[in-house]
């Protein structure tokens, strides 16, 4: 990247999977200024814009409201990542991770995922990959019960709330599909 783009191209693109990953529970658009990151990163302002550019091209990211002053970008899913999942695996594996079944932000799209592979992603990206029997079965009991836009807006608002609870989920849940 660094080498295709510039030298500050990695630093601004972190930065920015920063921002996304604070705004959104799933990969989303998630809006930013050039100010903002040239004092997050240091870069100075007249480089960001060629920057941006450089990562929209190579298909880092997408942007939309360019000629504003408020832009919104979101990261490319699939990243346009050289490497194949298994060898990713492995050398995270080497390095000592313990890697389970997992779905990874940016590596994946959630295309052809069923509804509970859905629903664990959505739980591993607000809690994390550490899962018990009974997480997995909440888990199911949850992508069997509701449709997964009500699913989707429970998991956003803990995550907004920064709620860190599956039992505050499924009461959410609950109450949300009581009749009124």
Not at 4 to 13: H, K, R, T, V
Not at 32 to 45: E, H, K, N, S
Not at 141 to 163: C, G, L, P, R
Request: net charge negative; with cysteine.
């Amino acid at each position: 990247m660094s080498e295709e783009i510039g030298s500050n191209a990695w630093l601004l693109f972190r930065k920015l999977v920063e921002m996304e990953c604070g705004a959104n529970l799933t990969p989303d658009w998630f809006p930013f200024t050039v100010d903002l990151l040239a004092r997050w990163t240091g870069i100075p302002a007249a480089e960001i814009e060629p920057l941006l550019q450089g990562l929209e091209a190579g298909g880092w990211i997408d942007r939309a409201d360019a000629e504003c002053a408020t832009q919104r970008a979101r990261i490319a899913a699939p990243l346009p990542v050289p490497l194949e999942e298994e060898e990713i695996r492995s050398r995270l594996e080497e390095n000592g991770a313990r890697l389970g079944r997992c779905i990874w932000r940016y590596y994946q799209t959630l295309d052809g995922l069923s509804q509970v592979e859905r629903v664990v992603f959505l739980y591993q990206m607000l809690f994390g990959a550490r899962f018990t029997p009974r997480i997995v079965e909440d888990l199911e009991w949850i992508a069997n019960t509701f449709d997964m836009s009500v699913i989707y807006d429970a998991f956003q608002e803990a995550y907004a709330k920064k709620v860190k609870s599956l039992s505050w989920i499924k009461t959410h849940l609950h109450l949300e599909s009581e009749p009124e």
